[in-house]
T-cell receptor, first 115, second 114 residues
Framework: DAGVTQSPTHLIKTRGQQVTLRCSPK?????VSWYQQALGQGPQFIFQ???????QRGNFPDRFSGHQFPNYSSELNVNALLLGDSALYLCASSFGSLAPPYEQYFGPGTRLTVT | AQSVAQPEDQVNVAEGNPLTVKCTYSVSGNPYLFWYVQYPNRGLQFLLKYITGDNLVKGSYGFEAEFNKSQTSFHLKKPSALVSDSALYFCAVSPETGANNLFFGTGTRLTVIP
């Protein structure tokens, strides 16, 4: 049973560019959440997708957007990259957006470096 | 608003000794509380959660946590530390209402000394 997978593992981008990160949830899970973990910090919630819709959003600008596909996989897009966007981006999957508190299963993350 | 505080950036303990990693929380309503562990270059692994009921929660790898409502704390404990327990530990809270998103503390690095 595959866990949460993320691609790519590492990514280097230049300021102003755009990036797309991908996530496949754990088998049987229908909800995907994205988190940003800056160096030395705890993960911060970006947004959550359920039934192909953004259900809840953290305190992140509109440059951060996402999408969920019918197979429950998800993408995180970041436009107009800033140096401060450099971080580990974690995807987490769970079952049921509106029925907390299922534990979330995290992928290994994508390390984004903006130069 | 909800928040989590982990007052210790670093905890050192000798192998075989009991360990405690501290966490306090602030949330409206009843809290859902979690502990996760992160190994180098890895994602977060779920250890345990408190929803309701018994204040002592048992989790993976011999860890347990004690919920204390009056002190708004959820400390992680283990009776006998192993060198392999050395990692970064995160406490997280999810509000009672709303989607199942987590608010994390800043983490505590646990080092178990052989």
């Amino acid at each position: 049973d595959a866990g949460v997978t993320q691609s790519p593992t590492h990514l280097i981008k230049t300021r102003g560019q755009q990036v797309t990160l991908r996530c496949s949830p754990k088998s049987g899970h229908d909800t995907v959440s994205w988190y940003q973990q800056a160096l030395g910090q705890g993960p911060q919630f970006i947004f959550q997708y359920y039934e192909e819709e953004e259900r809840q959003r953290g305190n992140f600008p509109d440059r951060f957007s996402g999408h969920q596909f019918p197979n429950y996989s998800s993408e995180l897009n970041v436009n107009a990259l800033l140096l401060g966007d450099s971080a580990l981006y974690l995807c987490a999957s769970s079952f049921g957006s509106l029925a907390p508190p299922y534990e979330q299963y995290f992928g290994p993350g994508t390390r984004l470096t903006v130069t | 608003a909800q928040s989590v505080a982990q007052p210790e950036d670093q905890v050192n303990v000798a192998e075989g000794n009991p360990l405690t990693v501290k966490c306090t929380y602030s949330v409206s309503g009843n809290p859902y509380l979690f502990w996760y562990v992160q190994y180098p270059n890895r994602g977060l692994q779920f250890l345990l959660k408190y929803i309701t009921g018994d204040n002592l929660v048992k989790g993976s790898y011999g860890f347990e946590a004690e919920f204390n409502k009056s002190q708004t704390s959820f400390h992680l404990k283990k009776p006998s530390a192993l060198v392999s327990d050395s990692a970064l530990y995160f406490c997280a809270v999810s509000p009672e209402t709303g989607a199942n998103n987590l608010f994390f503390g800043t983490g505590t690095r646990l080092t178990v000394i052989p």
